[in-house]
């Protein structure tokens, strides 16, 4: 199956820093990239969605100006965490989907943010 | 926006066919039945998909209802490593659209 890798694993981190997590499609080119986040012992929740080349479209809630999205290649998406408070440490986990018609998601293994 | 509607938690004797149900009432023509599932502390694992027929992988078996409004994913023979979240997820066949995670079926294999 595919392969996508997230980088890092894991993140500690002082409240107010930035802090980026990267996800590669490590086999293919991943035509939309997704982004979730996870509380302990909640689902996933959909951050936004992001397209090679283009804007990513945020889900109602989330602030667009504070999980910054780039997706400058169609390998590699990156979410970077603005200003992080302590209410951001969470699980984030990226998708990616090949494109073809039935579009399986293939997930990464998740980044661990823990905000001090 | 999930579409779906899962029983919270199930358990299965180890060795015993895991059947986890899943209502989807609302499904369009268009729309999939994706099954993942996620081991604590890691990224969701795919494990299967259908449009309208029953599939069959290397990890399990899908049985859809001819009229499309529920589904059950059958684990054959599970093991203590399928101790998971089970979600089902509806989405259309285009590129593009979102997976909306319900709450999934926290399934616990019992030695």
């Known amino acids: 199956g595919a392969v996508v890798s997230q980088h890092p694993s894991w993140v500690i981190c002082k409240s107010g820093t930035s802090v980026k997590i990267e996800c590669r499609s490590l086999?293919?080119?991943?035509?939309?990239m997704f982004w979730y986040r996870q509380f302990p012992k909640q689902s996933l929740m959909l951050m936004a969605t992001s397209n090679e080349g283009s804007k990513a479209t945020y889900e109602q809630g989330v602030e667009k100006d504070k999980f910054l999205i780039n997706h400058a290649s169609l390998t590699l998406s990156t979410l970077t965490v603005t200003s992080a408070h302590p209410e951001d440490s969470s699980f984030y986990i990226c998708?990616?989907?090949?494109?073809?018609?039935?579009?399986?998601?293939?997930f990464g293994e998740g980044s661990r943010l823990t905000v001090l | 926006d999930a579409k779906t509607t899962q029983p919270t938690s199930m358990d299965c004797a180890e060795g015993r066919a895991a059947n986890l149900p899943c209502n989807h009432s609302?499904?369009?023509?268009?729309?999939?039945v994706y099954w993942y599932r996620q081991i604590h502390s890691q990224g969701p694992q795919y494990i299967i998909h259908?449009?309208?027929n029953n599939e069959t992988n290397e990890m399990a078996s899908l049985i859809i209802t001819e009229d499309r409004k529920s589904s059950t994913l059958i684990l054959p023979h599970a093991t203590l490593r399928d101790t998971a979240v089970y979600y089902c997820?509806?989405?259309?066949?285009?590129?593009?659209?979102?997976?909306?995670f319900g709450t999934g079926t926290s399934l616990t294999v019992i030695p």
């Open positions: 609302t499904i369009s023509g268009n729309e999939y």
């Open positions: 086999d293919f080119q991943a035509t939309t």
């Open positions: 997820i509806v989405r259309p066949t285009h590129t593009g659209n979102q997976f909306y």
């Open positions: 259908g449009l309208k």
């Open positions: 998708s990616a989907t090949r494109g073809r018609p039935t579009g399986e998601l293939f």
